[in-house]
């Protein structure tokens, strides 16, 4: 198939939009316009034998541009800023995957989708990137190479090629995954080789261990009760000091306070406290509008 033209932030909307991996698109039948490109997204009818067994991408320092599927851009009303510096970044929330409409077109870096290779989608992670997604349904895990920009429903924080639903088990439709960059540092030293601590598996939950705030965060040694947005959760200290940063950066996102306490083996950077959920929600609508991120709603209102 004939490469299409490099997409635009809003060519990669409509891609964001349309791809809804459902258990009824990977049924539907292949229906193609005049050139000869589907018109519905999905599974090609006979995919290439031994896609289970494709190996991971092998994260490799590439340089990091500044500009061009780097800079700031606007979808459906919305702005968003890649990041343009080599700094960690986790995140939680729903996995979609995108397949045969877009197989051969150009990314948003100018490179060819394949949707057998190990490669994803990101709405602010600089491209090209490498990213660890973890499936916590299952406990799979695969390294993949961001070199698209989205998708951009409500919730979602990457796209998979096929090769990379495939492999996570998520082909069925949107599945709750974990998503961490990989370093520069991580690739230099191999420790992106080391498979990721259990202890991330649950984030959204604080449980009942009663959290530690940190010196440089809110003082006490306990967070105030009311709703808070968990905005990014590491194993390492450094890393939520950098989100911590970038979050107090961003004026228009409206965060006023933000935290990072010390919880179940995590250090989790959190924004609040909020006198109800509705107020976290419409605060969290903000976060997602200015920074392309979608924290979870966390209740502290009782102990």
Not at 228 to 233: D, F, I, K, S, T
Request: aromatic share 6%.
């Amino acid at each position: 198939m004939a490469a299409a033209a490099r997409p635009t932030a809003p060519d990669a909307a409509r891609r964001g939009a349309a791809v809804v991996a459902t258990a009824a698109a990977l049924l539907s039948g292949c229906a193609s316009s005049p050139d000869g490109r589907p018109t519905t997204d999905g599974a090609e009818a006979r995919p290439p034998p031994g896609l289970a067994q494709v190996p991971d991408a092998v994260p490799r320092v590439e340089a990091l541009r500044v500009g061009g599927p780097n800079k700031p851009y606007r979808v459906n009303g919305r702005s968003y800023t890649p990041m343009t510096e080599d700094l960690p970044l986790q995140e939680e929330g729903l996995a979609s995957w995108y397949g045969r409409k877009f197989h051969g077109q150009r990314t948003s870096n100018g490179e060819v989708y394949d949707m057998y290779a190990m490669t994803a989608a990101h709405k602010t992670m600089p491209l090209p990137s490498y990213a660890r997604v973890r499936n916590p349904a299952n406990g799979r895990e695969v390294i993949v190479r961001i070199n698209d920009r989205g998708p951009f429903a409500d919730g979602r924080v990457i796209d998979l090629s096929y090769t990379a639903a495939l492999k996570l088990g998520v082909l069925a439709g949107v599945a709750p995954v974990q998503v961490q960059r990989i370093t520069f540092d991580e690739i230099r030293s191999g420790r992106w080789q080391q498979p990721r601590d259990e202890a991330q598996a649950t984030v959204a939950s604080p449980g009942r261990q009663a959290p530690r705030v940190l010196d440089d965060a809110l003082p006490g040694d306990r967070a105030p009760a009311g709703f808070w947005l968990q905005v990014g959760a590491f194993r390492q200290f450094e890393g939520a000091q950098q989100l911590q940063r970038q979050l107090l950066a961003t004026p228009q996102a409206g965060i006023d306070s933000i935290a990072v306490f010390e919880e179940s083996g995590l250090f989790r950077v959190q924004a609040g406290p909020y006198a109800t959920r509705a107020d976290a929600q419409q605060a969290a609508e903000r976060v997602r509008r200015h920074t392309g991120r979608s924290p979870l709603v966390v209740d502290r209102s009782t102990p």
